[in-house]
């Protein structure tokens, strides 16, 4: 029995680890950009487009949270633009809304005015740098409310939290092979009590 869990702990640390090694790829290379500030590669930006005759939901400009998001994903809809939407930025006294759409690797911002129902659409190719970023932060806890309005950030999400769990699972399992190669537990401990070290320095270093 003994034998049967090792071998099958074994192949799941293993298996599940070649499975996960892309999605944690691009956590830690995206941590690198977001803590030095360096986006390789420049957004590269697309002509404005124009479109008339906006259909506006009644009552846009009184909705709120999740509510102005569903009705802001109509009028993209009809504009043919989709993506994550960003942000809804409403100006009463210039009468304009601002909707910002986001797939990874190409933000379109939709300027409309209220008014005259005309919609000035420009766009910018964000590169693979940005959008790796993009997805390390979101969906995120800013805006949590709105947060998840496109299929592929529901997507995304669900494969985030998987990605969490399975590490837990990685680091758990892998302790437990550790322990069951005796030749390996000396050097084993040193580097537990040193990251465990590392750590508590830093957690110090930060609340202290």
Known sequence: ???????????????????LSPFVFVFAISVIFLVHAWMPGGAERSPERTAAEVVIPAGFERLRGREQVDAARTILDRLGIGGEIGFVRHFPRERRIN????????ETVVDLNVESRVA??????????ESMVYLHKMPGPHNASIRGNALYMQVWRWLADATV????FLSVSGVYLWTMIRAERRIGWSLLIAGAG?????VYALVG
Request: charged fraction near 10%.
């Open 1 to 19: 029995m003994n034998r049967i869990f090792h071998a099958v702990v074994r192949d799941l640390h293993l298996y599940l680890g070649l499975f």
């Open 99 to 106: 909707i910002s759409a986001i797939v990874p690797g190409h």
């Open 120 to 129: 000035t659409i420009s766009s910018r190719s964000t590169g693979v740098a």
């Open 165 to 168: 769990y399975v590490v837990l």
């Open 198 to 202: 590392s750590f508590g320095g830093m």
